[in-house]
């Protein structure tokens, strides 16, 4: 298959074009790609106290927009749960490098998230040459769609699932006696928590376009994903549950509803795909 795709790119079917041709262009591609993602960390790291303060710290901040909006939402629809309490914690260091380390951090994972589409971008244009005109006009639009739903899902990890997790695990309380242990996380280890469900999310939330690949190859298809929508129900339930520590049935269904509507988008785009691979392989029946 490697190969195939390796001949397919080099614009023939004998292999003519050497492989370390391919590895060339590749690696060009990579170098682009990791500029990118260094320009975009030298700016963000000069801005690091105003992206700490107005960003990072956003998900553990009491004045955070998510607190609001929940704590509002909680009072229209007299569900008090709803309305999250504010992480009070204050986060340290253990080493002497370690804040340095920390605005280190922020810029290269900001920069790799600014980045994301450019970085896909580049990916495209190695792969597109190995595509054939059919499957080129079946892609369109592709970049856009996976940068939307990218960054759909690094916003819902960020407004959502991240108040909740930090909410739910600061004030989470191990021993009976009020006081007797407190939480004073490290700095790495909230980037490191807060890095995991931002781009967590982001990559969970491609998949309407994992549905798209995955039935143009033949691996999946819309009966499938049909047929299995009362598993893919429970299973979605069961992971709303945990993300929301709450019982309340309400808060869990704000964090089920855009996850099944992944799902249901993905059921969709393997109709489209399916459609048109069977309209094409009826056009070339008749032709």
């Known amino acids: 298959m490697l190969q195939r795709f390796l001949n397919r790119r080099g614009g023939t079917d004998s292999g003519e074009m050497p492989f370390i041709d391919h590895l060339e262009a590749l690696r060009w591609h990579i170098i682009r790609s990791l500029i990118a993602i260094i320009v975009l960390a030298i700016v963000i790291f000069s801005f690091h106290g105003w992206v700490f ?28 749960s709803l309305c999250m309490q504010p992480v009070k914690v204050t986060m340290q260091t253990t080493t002497y490098a370690g804040q340095f380390l920390g605005a280190f951090t922020i810029a290269f994972v900001g920069g790799l998230i600014a980045a994301f589409p450019y970085i ?5 244009q190695f792969t597109k040459p190995a595509l054939k005109d059919n499957e080129l006009k079946g892609s369109r639009f592709a970049i856009f769609w996976v940068s939307f739903f990218f960054f759909a899902g690094a916003a819902f990890g960020f407004f959502v699932l991240g108040p909740f997790t930090f909410s739910f695990l600061a004030n989470f309380q191990i021993s009976d006696l009020p006081g007797s242990i407190e939480t004073h996380p490290t700095l790495n280890d909230y ?30 298809t819309p009966k499938f994903l049909t047929s299995k929508r009362r598993y893919a129900i429970v299973i979605l339930l069961i992971v709303a549950a945990f993300i929301t520590p709450s019982p309340d049935w309400i808060s869990q269904t704000i964090v089920f509803i855009p996850l099944m509507a992944l799902y249901e988008i993905g059921v969709a785009v393997s109709k489209s795909a399916a459609k048109k691979m069977k309209n094409k392989e009826a056009r070339e029946e008749w032709s």
């Open 53 to 80: 303060a107005n960003i990072i710290e956003g998900p553990i901040n009491p004045d955070f927009i998510s607190y609001k909006l929940f704590c509002k939402l909680g009072d229209i629809l007299h569900v008090p």
């Open 120 to 124: 896909f971008w580049e990916f495209w």
């Open 191 to 220: 980037l490191k928590n807060l890095t995991n469900i931002i781009l967590g999310c982001g990559i969970a939330f491609e998949l309407p376009v994992l549905a798209f690949v995955l039935t143009r190859v033949g691996i999946i």
